[in-house]
Each structure stands twice: as C-alpha cells, then as structure tokens.
C-alpha cells in the first residue's frame, strides 16, 4: 500500500507538478451562474490540462529517478525504498493526508480577498505547527529506529542491509522538517488557483534523490557515500519548498511568525482531519503488515520489495498525471459548489471528471499490461538491476494496472465527499478495504509471494472507488452518470483495439534480433514503435468516434501552447 488515494504499495499521496498557466485558463466558474455550458466544462478541461502537463515534469523525473536507483542494485534500493516507509508514514498523518481532506477545503473558505490576511494567519500557524511537532518527531524516532526499522521493517534482510536501512532511516526522518510545512505551502497555493508553481516544485524532490543517487554511486561505501541517497531526500526536500516561494510572493503570503491554533479555520481542519489522522494511524499498521509480509515471500526479498517499489512509480505515472492531476485542479471548484449549494453545477463538474479521467486511465491500463516487459526492460534493466529482477518489476507492474480506471473513480469521489466538509464516510470505507487487502494477502503471501501482495493492494484500492461511488449515489443523488455509457462504451472499444495492436506489434519484433528486450536498442525501438502506434490508434479511433472528451482536451492543449 504506498498510497491509499493515489496508489499504493503502501497508502500515501504524491503531490502534482508544473509551471504557471494563464489565470484565464484555471479562472473558477462562478457559483451563480447557470449550470455549466459546454464552453465552461471547456474551461475546466483547461485548468486539469494545466495541472496535467505539469505533473508530466515531476512524473518523468520520477521515472528517471527510479532508472538511476536501479543501476545501484537491489543490495542498496532495497534498504533505501524500506527506509522512506517511516518518513513517507509520518508525512501523510501529519500534512499530506490533510492537503484534499481539510486544508484546501478550508483555505478556499478563506479565498476572497477580503480576508487575504486571515488566511496568512492560518497558514503560517499551520506551518509552524508542523515544524514544532516534526522536531519532535525526528528526537524520538532517531532514538527507536535501530529497534523499530531493525525489528519490525527489515525482517529478513542481512546483517549489512539491516544495517544501512536503519542508517538510512535515522537520516531521511530529518526531511519531515522541511516536508510537512511543504505541504501545508503548497494546499494553500492549490486553494488560491496558483497551480503552477505547486506542481513544478514538487518534481524537486526527485531531483535531489536522483543527486544523491549521483554521489552514492560515485563514492558506494567508501567516505559514507551511500548515505548519498539520504542527505538528497533532505536535499530534494528544501528544494521544494524554496520553488514555492515565487508563488507565494504572487499571493502576497510571506512567512508570518504566528501560532494561532486557536483560530476557526484551524479548530475546523483539525475537526475535518481527526477522521483522517485516525485512518492515518490505522494505515501505519497495514503499511508495516505490507512491509513485513512482502520481507517474508519466497525468494529474493530485497529483489521482491524493489520490483513492487518500482512497479508502484510506474502506476503512480498515470495515477499523478490524471487522477491526482484532475482531482487538484476541480477540488477548489467543488468546494466552492458545494458551500453555495449549486448541487447541479457540482455534479455537471465530477461528471465532467470522471469522464476524462476514465478516457485517459482506461487506455493507460491497457497499455501498461501489454507493453509491460518492454517498459521495465528499458526503464531499470541496467546496471546491477538483472533480467531476473527487470522481470519481477514486470509482473509487480501488471498486477497493480488493473487499478487504475478504479483509482481515478476512487479519487474523484473522494475530493467530492471531501469538498462537502464529509471526511468520515471515505475514512469508513478505507477502513473496509484494509480488511479486504488483508483477505487477499495473508493466505498467498507465503505461496504466491510478492505477486499476491500487489493484487491484494489493487483489490484495496479498486473495491474503495466502487463503495465509494455507490455511497455518493446513496447520500447525494445520482451524477447521471448513464448518459456517458455511450462515451464509455467507445473509449473500451478503442482501447481494445489499441491493445491488440500493441500486441501484435510486440510478438511481430520479437522474432528479430535487431528488436531483442537483451538489448537497449530493441527495448527502446519496441516500446516507441509498439507504443506510439497504439496511441495513434486509440486517439484516431477515439476521433473518429466523437467522444465529446478528446475534443476539449485538444482545445486546452492548443490553448496551453498559445494555439487556437
């Protein structure tokens, strides 16, 4: 489980990327207009593409991360990829968990420049807080990792990756300091439709991990040069919040020395929060169990743990670049409708979402599946990365795909619950869901392994987007949802089409030397060849279908480039 919302192999969120568009482009539909015209679902088509190509940025250096810390081998991704568990837990209970739920909820209450003020008041008693408690955090935890990491996350590993994990680990905590207060800057900067310089910095942390990287593999063990990786997820870490700072000087929202925990707006995130952080705790455990169980599966643990941490970034591409992506961009707009109580516009703009969001994740799961081997050979196969474990990636990498139409589902419902001020029922069904991951992974993790505990996370993650789906319909009515059959109907038929000619392609290579997965020549020609036709294919078919979605996601993309 790396995200509950977003992905997983462990519950967390990523957080979306890019630079700043046209205020035209991400302007909010007014909440007393009449419902949404075509030109308007237009526009917010715009704002998601905005915050699309953005995430684009963080998502490719996030792939390229994962392509440097495999060319050190799974002796030293391993322990790296444990080592984060504690630091990622901790973020997500203390600041990431509350940026959709209650931050950006809130902060838009407080949009209106009437009380620009008071939203500076709350936003920097939030951040100092954060690093109050982050302090706090890292002092005891410095003292109990080499039990609690040596103990409880490394079960089997050897004496000498224990050893650099609980090192790691005593490292990465520090990051906490700098990366809460972060999330907290970057809600703020989402609530004020100030999407550009929120997502571009977000991509910073992979670069700091990628420097690191740089430096471990310069110097490996000699001079602590493995530690390298550490000091770069602090790195990556002031990196982030530095690149917020032009937007924050275009808010006019400079540090305040402030810590009011007494105000409304803060006793109201904490009262959105307090189901959250309580599901938070809850995850803490699953995120252990997860941990614990996949260093128990047969074979190779550290092979296993890595495969299934670089199958998640792969997922979390997509996952990032749309469901994350779409939910950022429209949650302030529901929230908006959603206090004005425009229930029509509310549902017209989820709608809206949901169904770009499943004309764009509906292919890319195709896609993943059938082109999985060429993907992973090329991103990770080098280095100390083997073609053994190139192809525990790939099944980890199938395995999670069947998710993603659920995972984009499962977001936007989610946002939607939270822009009603409604954090308990999403809280509830993750609390179900949790029981079914535990169905599914604790009978097979001993026999099936590593792939059992992957599926298990999908099921998860899957099962939350369904009940979810059906509680809305049950609380708030139905989205009409029937009238988009028809669009749904010709997204799987393209989507169809375009994965058998994937396939074809791919089996057609294969016979030839010159396309040969043993050689980067063959794993880069087939991935570009089989996987640029598809896309042609998909998108030519989705065009000559009249899917209304493709239509507008062109207008905004030539908008974006200043086309018309």
């Given at each position: 489980?790396?995200?509950q919302?977003?992905?997983?192999?462990?519950?967390?969120?990523?957080p979306?990327?890019?630079?700043l568009?046209?205020?035209?482009?991400?302007?909010?539909v007014?909440?007393?207009?009449?419902?949404p015209?075509?030109?308007?679902?237009?526009?917010?088509v715009?704002?998601?593409?905005?915050v699309?190509l953005?995430n684009?940025?963080s998502?490719v250096l996030?792939?390229?991360?994962?392509?440097v810390?495999?060319?050190?081998?799974?002796?030293?991704?391993?322990?790296?990829?444990?080592?984060?568990?504690?630091?990622?837990t901790?973020?997500?209970?203390?600041a990431n968990?509350?940026?959709?739920?209650?931050?950006i909820?809130t902060?838009s209450?407080?949009?209106?420049e009437?009380r620009?003020?008071?939203?500076?008041r709350?936003?920097?008693s939030?951040?100092?807080?954060l690093?109050?408690?982050?302090?706090?955090?890292?002092a005891?935890?410095?003292?109990?990792?080499?039990?609690f990491v040596g103990?409880?996350?490394t079960?089997?590993?050897k004496?000498?990756?224990k050893?650099?994990?609980?090192?790691?680990?005593?490292?990465?905590?520090?990051a906490?300091?700098?990366m809460?207060?972060?999330?907290?800057?970057q809600?703020?900067?989402?609530?004020?439709?100030?999407?550009g310089f929120?997502a571009f910095?977000?991509?910073?942390?992979?670069?700091?991990?990628?420097a690191?990287?740089?430096?471990?593999g310069?110097f490996?063990?000699?001079?602590?040069?493995?530690?390298?990786l550490?000091f770069g997820?602090?790195?990556?870490?002031?990196?982030?919040?530095?690149?917020?700072?032009?937007?924050?000087?275009?808010?006019?929202?400079p540090?305040?020395?402030?810590?009011?925990?007494?105000?409304?707006?803060?006793?109201?995130?904490f009262?959105?929060?307090?189901?959250?952080a309580?599901?938070?705790?809850?995850?803490?455990?699953?995120?252990?169990?997860?941990?614990?169980l996949?260093?128990?599966?047969?074979g190779d643990?550290?092979?296993?743990?890595?495969a299934?941490?670089?199958?998640?970034?792969?997922?979390?591409?997509?996952?990032?670049?749309?469901?994350a992506?779409?939910?950022f961009?429209?949650l302030?707009?529901?929230?908006?409708y959603?206090?004005?109580?425009?229930?029509s516009?509310?549902?017209?703009?989820l709608?809206?979402?949901?169904?770009?969001?499943?004309?764009?994740?509906i292919?890319?799961?195709?896609?993943?599946?059938?082109?999985?081997?060429?993907?992973v050979f090329?991103?990770?196969?080098?280095?100390?990365?083997?073609?053994?474990d190139?192809g525990?990636?790939?099944?980890?990498?199938q395995?999670?795909a069947?998710?993603?139409?659920?995972?984009v589902v499962d977001?936007?419902?989610?946002?939607a619950?939270?822009?009603?001020?409604?954090?308990?029922?999403?809280?509830?069904?993750?609390f179900?869901?949790?029981?079914?991951?535990?169905?599914?992974?604790?009978?097979?993790?001993?026999?099936?392994?590593?792939?059992?505990?992957?599926?298990?996370?999908t099921?998860?993650?899957?099962?939350?987007?369904i009940i979810?789906?059906?509680?809305?319909?049950?609380f708030?009515g139905?989205?009409?949802?029937?009238s988009s059959?028809?669009?749904?109907l010709k997204?799987?038929?393209?989507?169809?089409?375009?994965a058998a000619?994937?396939?074809?392609?791919?089996?057609?290579m294969g016979?030839?030397d010159?396309f040969?997965l043993?050689?980067?020549r063959?794993?880069?020609?087939?991935t570009?060849?089989?996987?640029?036709v598809?896309?042609?294919?998909f998108?030519?078919?989705?065009?000559l279908m009249?899917?209304?979605e493709?239509?507008?996601l062109?207008?905004?993309?030539?908008?974006?480039?200043?086309?018309?």
């Amino acid at each position: 489980m790396e995200e509950q919302a977003s992905i997983a192999h462990v519950p967390a969120q990523e957080p979306i990327q890019q630079e700043l568009a046209d205020q035209e482009i991400i302007e909010v539909v007014e909440a007393n207009e009449t419902a949404p015209t075509p030109s308007k679902r237009g526009q917010l088509v715009k704002s998601a593409t905005v915050v699309m190509l953005g995430n684009l940025g963080s998502s490719v250096l996030g792939q390229l991360r994962q392509s440097v810390l495999a060319g050190l081998g799974t002796a030293v991704t391993g322990p790296f990829a444990t080592a984060l568990t504690p630091l990622q837990t901790f973020l997500d209970l203390l600041a990431n968990g509350t940026v959709s739920g209650a931050l950006i909820p809130t902060f838009s209450d407080y949009a209106d420049e009437g009380r620009h003020q008071e939203l500076r008041r709350v936003v920097y008693s939030l951040v100092n807080l954060l690093i109050l408690i982050s302090l706090f955090v890292n002092a005891i935890f410095i003292f109990v990792a080499p039990w609690f990491v040596g103990s409880i996350l490394t079960g089997d590993f050897k004496a000498g990756e224990k050893a650099l994990t609980i090192t790691f680990a005593q490292v990465i905590i520090c990051a906490l300091t700098v990366m809460g207060p972060f999330a907290v800057l970057q809600a703020v900067l989402y609530a004020r439709k100030e999407f550009g310089f929120a997502a571009f910095a977000s991509g910073a942390l992979h670069l700091g991990i990628i420097a690191g990287a740089i430096v471990t593999g310069w110097f490996g063990a000699t001079h602590f040069g493995q530690l390298g990786l550490a000091f770069g997820v602090i790195l990556g870490g002031l990196a982030q919040v530095a690149l917020l700072v032009p937007g924050l000087k275009r808010q006019r929202l400079p540090y305040m020395f402030v810590l009011d925990v007494k105000h409304p707006a803060i006793r109201r995130i904490f009262k959105l929060y307090a189901p959250l952080a309580v599901s938070y705790i809850i995850s803490m455990f699953f995120v252990f169990l997860d941990l614990s169980l996949m260093n128990r599966t047969p074979g190779d643990r550290t092979a296993n743990l890595t495969a299934a941490k670089f199958a998640t970034t792969l997922i979390q591409f997509p996952g990032g670049l749309v469901s994350a992506a779409l939910s950022f961009a429209i949650l302030p707009t529901l929230s908006r409708y959603a206090t004005e109580n425009e229930d029509s516009q509310f549902k017209e703009t989820l709608t809206m979402g949901l169904r770009l969001g499943l004309l764009l994740m509906i292919p890319a799961m195709a896609g993943l599946i059938v082109l999985r081997y060429p993907i992973v050979f090329l991103l990770f196969r080098h280095g100390n990365f083997t073609p053994s474990d190139a192809g525990l990636a790939a099944v980890a990498l199938q395995n999670y795909a069947y998710q993603l139409p659920f995972l984009v589902v499962d977001q936007l419902i989610m946002f939607a619950f939270y822009a009603r001020k409604n954090t308990i029922v999403p809280v509830i069904v993750g609390f179900v869901c949790y029981g079914l991951y535990a169905l599914v992974a604790l009978p097979f993790y001993r026999t099936i392994g590593m792939p059992a505990l992957v599926f298990a996370n999908t099921v998860q993650n899957s099962m939350h987007g369904i009940i979810l789906f059906a509680l809305f319909y049950k609380f708030f009515g139905s989205l009409h949802f029937r009238s988009s059959l028809p669009a749904l109907l010709k997204i799987i038929v393209a989507t169809v089409v375009m994965a058998a000619v994937a396939w074809v392609l791919q089996y057609w290579m294969g016979h030839y030397d010159f396309f040969s997965l043993r050689s980067l020549r063959g794993q880069l020609l087939t991935t570009l060849i089989a996987g640029g036709v598809a896309v042609i294919v998909f998108f030519g078919g989705i065009l000559l279908m009249k899917v209304e979605e493709i239509s507008l996601l062109k207008q905004a993309v030539l908008a974006k480039l200043g086309k018309k």
